[in-house]
């Protein structure tokens, strides 16, 4: 079983950028699809980003496309998400996620999660 351990997150003005990490570890970071949510108060978490065991393939939410970029370092154990241009309405929590096989943008797909990490963004 693999956990993992979100890190990154902070206070922002718009416009700004941050680079949230993924750091995995009980299990290899290769034998899994990797996903970005993020969730707000009174609301589902929302699909942010998604990319395959070997990073051949990614997809990002329009919502975030063109700002946001996931990665991933299988060497290290750790998938990234570059946010750039930040709106106040990125301000979120941010949740990485892990699961076997091809990525998903359904949570329910997901089985293993972080604690998150808290990102604001200031107007």
């Known amino acids: 079983q693999v956990q993992l351990v979100e890190s990154g997150g902070g206070l922002v003005q718009a416009g700004g950028s941050l680079r949230l990490s993924c750091t995995a570890s009980?299990?290899?970071?290769?034998?899994?699809?990797m996903g970005w949510f993020r969730q707000t108060p009174g609301k589902e978490r929302e699909f942010v980003a998604a990319?395959?065991?070997?990073?051949?393939?990614?997809y990002s939410a329009d919502s975030v496309k063109g700002r946001f970029t996931i990665s991933r370092d299988n060497a290290v154990n750790i998938v990234y998400l570059q946010m750039n241009s930040l709106k106040p309405g990125d301000t979120a929590v941010y949740y990485c996620?892990?699961?076997?096989?091809?990525?998903?943008?359904?949570?329910?797909?997901?089985?293993?999660w972080g604690q998150g990490t808290q990102v604001t963004v200031s107007s």
């Open positions: 009980g299990r290899t970071l290769s034998s899994y699809a």
């Open positions: 996620a892990a699961r076997g096989m091809n990525w998903r943008t359904s949570e329910y797909d997901y089985p293993y």
């Open positions: 990319i395959s065991w070997n990073a051949a393939s990614t």
